[in-house]
Nanobody, 118 residues
Framework: QVQLVESGGGLVQPGGSLRLSCAAS????????MSWYRQAPGKQRELVAA???????NYADSVKGRFSISRDNAKSTVYLQMNSLKPEDTAVYYC????????????WGQGTQVTVSS
């Protein structure tokens, strides 16, 4: 049974930091590109960051220099370190896994809420 379980969300003041985690199970983690997406109220879901297995991470322009994505294949976990958070970063953050062998095969987590507010 495939599972992606996000954690680490919460309420933080502007300028603060959070670290999101996404623990995966039920598939061969190293064979998947792992990504973080976010969806703010009334907006479309957007890509925040992605990381392949050994490849260079890529980021949305809005988070470059502030967010960092990493993965630990031994723990089947992907992380999103978020620094210098802004109110516009407020959203539900989702973890996604996409197979490197079959791009149509993908899985989503249930999401974790991040709220940046004073």
């Amino acid at each position: 049974q495939v599972q992606l379980v996000e954690s680490g969300g919460g309420l933080v003041q502007p300028g603060g930091s959070l670290r999101l985690s996404c623990a995966a199970s039920g598939f061969t983690f190293s064979n998947y590109v792992m990504s973080w997406y976010r969806q703010a109220p009334g907006k479309q879901r957007e890509l925040v960051a992605a990381i392949g297995n050994g490849g260079t991470p890529n980021y949305a322009d809005s988070v470059k220099g502030r967010f960092s994505i990493s993965r630990d294949n031994a723990k089947s976990t992907v992380y999103l370190q978020m620094n210098s958070l802004k109110p516009e970063d407020t959203a539900v953050y989702y973890c996604k896994a996409r197979s490197t062998f079959r791009s149509s095969q993908m899985y989503w987590g249930q999401g974790t809420q991040v709220t940046v507010s004073s």
